[in-house]
Nanobody
Framework: QVQLVESGGGLVQPGGSLRLSCAAS????????MGWYRQAPGKQRELVAR???????NTADSVKGRFTISRDNAKNTVYLQMNSLKPEDTAVYYC?????????WGQGTQVTVSS
């Protein structure tokens, strides 16, 4: 069983930055594709960014150039660096570990961008 614990969310002003972390346990972390998703009130959950076991990344167009995903396999942790935050980035952010057809989710962390 994979356990994922997100941290780093909070309230930030527009234009500010946050770094989310997701610590994994109970698995061989380096084998998994790790992703960050978000869900705003009344909207569907959407992919923000993903990083494969080999380090390849893809990022949603809405955050490209502002958000960066990275991973540290020695620490079993994936990060999401979020810069130039906008009010529309407000959502609950979820970490996901994927290995073939298996997906594991964290509990989510709230990010609120407001002045």
């Amino acid at each position: 069983q994979v356990q994922l614990v997100e941290s780093g969310g909070g309230l930030v002003q527009p234009g500010g930055s946050l770094r989310l972390s997701c610590a994994a346990s109970g698995t061989i972390f380096s084998m998994y594709t790790m992703g960050w998703y978000r869900q705003a009130p009344g909207k569907q959950r959407e992919l923000v960014a993903r990083i494969t076991s080999g380090g390849g990344t893809n990022t949603a167009d809405s955050v490209k150039g502002r958000f960066t995903i990275s991973r540290d396999n020695a620490k079993n942790t994936v990060y999401l660096q979020m810069n130039s935050l906008k009010p529309e980035d407000t959502a609950v952010y979820y970490c996901c570990a994927n290995y073939y057809s298996s997906n594991y989710w964290g509990q989510g962390t709230q990010v609120t961008v407001s002045s």
